[in-house]
């Protein structure tokens, strides 16, 4: 049985062989690089820095895949060595595929009349892993995006294509699935440590004062790195909200209510609205923060209909 996890066979030594083969040859962006579409962008994106607009304007460096996108209609000229890659993994029971990351190193500003070529490569092909969603192998592709013939910027794109881990055997029938658990960084302890005290923290610029949420290392209204937290006080009101269906995710039981709180001091926080059966939580419910212990581990900030919020 060497060789073989979760049913299926070990076929790193075929997948290797696709190592440096071309992924897409001699690419040509549908359009120059142009004022609408970067303005469509940075609406999109709610980024208003002054460098992509006007006559000296930049597009953004974050755009770089957007100007290979084939959109509806395609690219011609893919090769088929990816094709094959896949269709291997394909044969031999890895038959799912999720993006995982991609990595952009910016090697010169793009600006509108830039004519867009790329090409694309199989950088490489991981050893078999396995993860939490099954057994397979990491594909890496790597563009080079070119501008007016000179390389631009790199784009890499990360996939694992596995087979699905089969469902363990549920131990003794218990242990029911544990909701999520948050992932905690540099970026955000601080709100996880305010929520281990029982306090909603807000982040506050140091310079312009704004407030935010979720936690961010800048401010997206000044550009300043500069911040302290201040506690929430924890009235707000249901700002809008879903009520989920499907899909069923361990540990949910739908259809439960999934709420945008609008606190008191002007931003909004993704929460529980607790209370009120799912199908009667409503826009503009007054709502009170407490914290829910959800297991030993995890305490969560969910929301409480307050009296008068109800019919
Ligand atoms: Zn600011």
């Known amino acids: 049985m060497k060789g073989i996890r979760d049913g299926v066979k070990d076929i790193h030594d075929g997948l290797k062989a696709y190592e440096g ?43 770089l895949q957007a100007w290979t996108m084939g959109g509806l209609s395609g690219h011609t000229g893919r090769s088929e060595a990816y094709d094959e890659l896949l269709a291997l993994l394909d044969g031999a029971g890895y038959t ?24 694309a490569v199989i950088e490489s092909v991981s050893e078999r892993k396995t993860t939490k969603l099954g057994t397979g192998y990491f594909v890496t592709t790597r563009m080079d995006v070119r501008a007016d013939g000179e390389l631009a910027g790199t784009h890499r794109f990360r996939i694992l294509k596995y087979a699905p881990a089969a469902p363990g055997p549920k131990a003794s029938g218990e ?27 807000v982040q506050r610029c140091g310079d312009c004062a704004t407030l935010r949420f979720p936690w961010l290392p800048g401010c997206s209204t000044c550009g300043s790195r500069e911040w302290d937290a201040v506690e929430a006080s924890g009235s707000g009101t249901v700002f809008s909200y879903v009520v989920m269906h499907h899909p069923p995710f361990p540990a949910f039981d739908p ?57």
């Open 175 to 201: 242990r029911a699935a544990k909701r999520p658990r948050p992932v905690v960084n540099r970026d955000n302890a601080g709100f996880w440590e305010g929520v281990a005290a029982h306090r909603l923290l």
């Open 21 to 63: 083969r071309v992924a897409a040859t001699a690419g040509v962006g549908k359009d120059l690089v142009n004022e609408p579409m970067i303005r469509h962008w940075c609406e999109a994106m709610g980024d208003t820095d002054p460098a992509y607009a006007g006559p000296e304007a930049i597009a953004p460096p974050t755009m």
């Open 255 to 311: 259809p439960y209510a999934v709420g945008l709180i609008e606190l008191a001091e002007g931003v909004r926080i993704v929460s529980n609205v607790v209370g009120v059966p799912y199908d009667k939580v409503r826009i503009g419910m007054p709502v009170r923060l407490e914290f829910l212990r959800v297991d030993d581990e995890l305490e969560l900030p969910v929301f409480r209909v307050q009296d008068g919020g109800e019919g």
């Open 96 to 119: 799912s595929v999720v993006a995982t990351d991609c990595e952009q190193e910016y090697l010169r500003p793009l600006r509108p009349g830039d004519a867009i070529t790329f090409d």
